[in-house]
Nanobody
Framework: QVQLVESGGGLVQAGASLRLSCVASGRAFSRNTMGWFRQGPGKEREFVADITWNGGVTTYTESVKGRFTISRENAINTVYLQMNNLKPEDTAVYYC???????????????WGQGTQVTVSS
């Protein structure tokens, strides 16, 4: 079992930065791929980024490449999403998730956090 708790969301202006954190409990954290998804108003939940268990491979959706960075610290069971140059279209609830293998589908992930709201004003 893995429990995930996100934090770091907020209301910012376009061009600003935020760093989201996700703390996991459960001894399997270091063996899981960790992912970030987001769900904007009236939209489906979409993949944002993932990172393999050792941080060796990261994958991003096209719209955030060059602006967002996913990273992890296994020693403290934490995964981060650094978001720079935020745009109004980044407004969404951001979810942290855990999976046994890398993937971009919701069904790839077994465990989910409760989400943190990110709002970007123009």
């Amino acid at each position: 079992q893995v429990q995930l708790v996100e934090s770091g969301g907020g209301l910012v202006q376009a061009g600003a930065s935020l760093r989201l954190s996700c703390v996991a409990s459960g001894r399997a954290f270091s063996r899981n791929t960790m992912g970030w998804f987001r769900q904007g108003p009236g939209k489906e939940r979409e993949f944002v980024a993932d990172i393999t268990w050792n941080g060796g491979v990261t994958t991003y959706t096209e719209s955030v490449k060059g602006r967002f960075t996913i990273s992890r610290e296994n020693a403290i069971n934490t995964v981060y999403l650094q978001m720079n140059n935020l745009k109004p279209e980044d407004t969404a609830v951001y979810y942290c998730a855990a999976a046994p293998f890398p993937g971009s589908r919701r069904s790839d992930y077994s465990y989910w956090g409760q989400g943190t709201q990110v709002t970007v004003s123009s």
